[in-house]
T-cell receptor
Framework: ETGVTQTPRHLVMGMTNKKSLKCEQH?????MYWYKQSAKKPLELMFV???????ENNSVPSRFSPECPNSSHLFLHLHTLQPEDSALYLC????????????FGEGSRLTVL | GQNIDQPTEMTATEGAIVQINCTYQ??????LFWYQQHAGEAPTFLSY????GLEEKGRFSSFLSRSKGYSYLLLKELQMKDSASYLC????????????FGGGTRLMVKP
């Protein structure tokens, strides 16, 4: 069982819907990440939260909005998505931003119709 | 920016040895990581190299040459359960854990 839990595991939504992905880590880590994994593309970092500081990939569209209320919880709010946003969204955590080892959740498989 | 290349697919036989290569181009190199990802599962950490040389962990070893921008993951005594994707990732400068991943190598182990 992974120490990083993501819900929902599968989500189908229309382009006008608003939904959220949730991630919770039970490892006592203080950094959390959102990655996007599309078919035949490398894992792409979207957002990092570390000690309440947020770092983001400037290429991520504004229709993705992260929220990190505390060091154990991370959300990805989705609004007005496009079909090309269909992908596996992976949450990860680490102890600090330089430990080197990321612990991933099993992902939320998103399909945008 | 970074450019990370690794083969898309490899096939090997159970009990054999396989080497998965990764080349990268980056400024301010600060570590190379290998992750394993079984189909439908989360990636899991395998190894970390920041200095040149070989790091061994049981059946798995990882090698790094910083001057050549090159790493490989060596898997010995292959087992069927080693069939998975192997992801090479590079950390640049003082980027914390903002890793840039390669596209992954899908390894198929056959009996």
């Amino acid at each position: 069982e992974t120490g990083v839990t993501q819900t929902p595991r599968h989500l189908v939504m229309g382009m006008t819907n608003k939904k959220s992905l949730k991630c919770e880590q039970h490892l006592g880590h203080n950094a959390m990440y959102w990655y996007k994994q599309s078919a035949k593309k490398p894992l792409e970092l979207m957002f990092v939260y570390s000690l309440e500081e947020r770092v983001e990939n400037n290429s991520v569209p504004s229709r993705f909005s992260p929220e990190c209320p505390n060091s154990s919880h991370l959300f990805l709010h989705l609004h007005t998505l496009q079909p090309e946003d269909s992908a596996l969204y992976l949450c990860a955590s680490s102890q600090g931003r330089s430990s080197g080892e990321l612990f991933f959740g099993e992902g939320s498989r998103l399909t945008v119709l | 920016g970074q450019n990370i290349d690794q083969p898309t697919e490899m096939t090997a036989t159970e009990g054999a040895i396989v080497q998965i290569n990764c080349t990268y181009q980056t400024s301010g190199f600060n570590g190379l990581f290998w992750y394993q990802q079984h189909a439908g599962e989360a990636p899991t950490f395998l190894s970390y190299n920041v200095l040149d040389g070989l790091e061994e962990k049981g059946r798995f070893s990882s090698f790094l040459s910083r001057s050549k921008g090159y790493s490989y993951l060596l898997l010995k005594e292959l087992q069927m359960k080693d069939s998975a994707s192997y992801l090479c990732a590079v950390r640049e400068g003082d980027a914390g854990n903002m890793l840039t991943f390669g596209g992954g190598t899908r390894l198929m182990v056959k009996p």
